[in-house]
């Protein structure tokens, strides 16, 4: 009785958080083991998507100079902004100061057989319009870089939750037996303006560990220590890690702690990707055409070749893969800001739409294109624009979602959402109902609540899908 009461204490504390894991670890106890299948299985529904790449635009990019031309907000240039669209509103820096009408800094053009209008900046992207479905009403809760991106990572304010690429291989599995499930990457932009991302905004809350994001470096080893280190054979870093994990085995059997079999689970995997990776970073067989369509320079670390790196991951099973671009904080110096980001980001964004179409691949991809929030219609300094979170614009294109339209709109002036309004939990179920999961059903038991990336609320936007 007293080695059942010890085994029983010993679980309980090593889940971290007593009763209130007891029954997660139950939950999760099959998605703990080492296939690669998730908790939904069969699918709730028929899916569209079986992966999806996040061209994450960090830092906040100005919807008035990418996607949403506001003809009102130029003739009002230099103005006083309207206190009928501000009074009582959250804007960040701005409270006691003038608020000034602050025109696009950018012409407009229409693409493609959509007409969709665009900044002409963009006319890589643009040449793609008929491929993309741009959302003109997004909008989301926090004006502060760091909870926004949580927000939009993860769903709620609350730290510590799961990322929706942990959720997307809980939830789903992996297709990949040699590489994680869900890959972050990193690029920074030439202005500066490179706030960090928190490794938290791929954690896996409280799930598991092994469904948390990986993050491959973009210059040098992809992944630390993925190479064996001199006199060590790949027969003897075998024999080790079979070593260790015998013994992570005995500790499984003793404690039942589910955490120890994601430990068994992430040292096989990182055995298999010490033969993986090397190959999937060598882009030496991608034909010059292809390096030339991304503007890609394997080894430079730009968001170029990490597209490059996406398509190629994505074509190896990869369920979630994230790319982050900073450097789109734009206070001051908007106008040549944007003119940067599009010199950095246009050419690949379009050229991985492209590759994905020509290798049959766009159909089963949901590609998402955006950032944590958007810009203010007012000049903070007189050349930027401040945090906004009441409207803002993200494109979507293939894994089902339909191809050459616009979806929702803000008002005159691009200040806050009024048609079609699309929040974050709303973007979240849009993503997993793509992917064959009923968001309302994918849920896990923690601190006596249903958790689910949704939170509370989410509904599916359906007119934008096929």
Partial sequence: ??????????????????????????????????????????????????RVIFLYQAGGPSHLETFDWKPKLAE????????????????????????????????????????QEMCELFPEIGGVSDEICIIRSMWTEQINHDPAHTIMNTGSIITGRPSMGSWMTYGLGSESEDLPGFVVMMSSGRGGQNQPIAARQWSAGMLPSKFQGVKFNSVG?????????????????????????????????????????????QYEMAFRMQASVPDLMDMSKEPASVLEMYGAKPGDGSFASNCLLARRLAEKGVRFIQLYHRDWDHHGGVKDGIANKAQEVDKASAALIRDLKQRGMLDDTLVVWGGEFGRTPMSQSGTGRDHHIKGFSYFLAGGGVKPGISYGATDDLGY??????????????????????????MTVKYQGLDVRLTGVSGEVVKPILL
């Fill in 1 to 50: 009785m007293l080695e059942v009461n010890l085994k029983r204490r010993a679980f309980l504390g090593r889940s971290c958080a007593g009763f209130g894991m007891a029954a997660l670890n139950s939950l999760i106890g099959q998605a703990a083991t080492l296939n690669s299948k998730g908790v939904v299985n069969p699918l709730h529904h028929a899916a569209k998507a079986k």
């Fill in 221 to 265: 080893d992809p992944v630390l220590y993925v190479r064996n280190p001199p006199g060590v054979s790949k027969d003897m870093q075998k024999d080790s890690i079979d070593a260790v994990n015998r013994l992570n085995q005995r500790a499984y059997t003793n404690v039942e702690d589910p955490e120890i079999q994601t430990r068994i689970a």
């Fill in 416 to 441: 806050a959402a009024v048609e079609n309004p699309v929040s974050v939990h709303d973007f979240h179920a849009t993503m997993l109902h793509l992917l064959g999961v009923n968001h309302l059903r």
């Fill in 76 to 115: 009002m240039d230099g103005k006083g902004m309207p206190e009928s669209f501000t009074k009582g509103q959250q804007i960040a820096q701005l409270q006691g100061r003038p608020l000034i009408c602050y025109g696009p800094q950018h012409g407009f053009k229409k693409f493609g057989k959509s007409g």
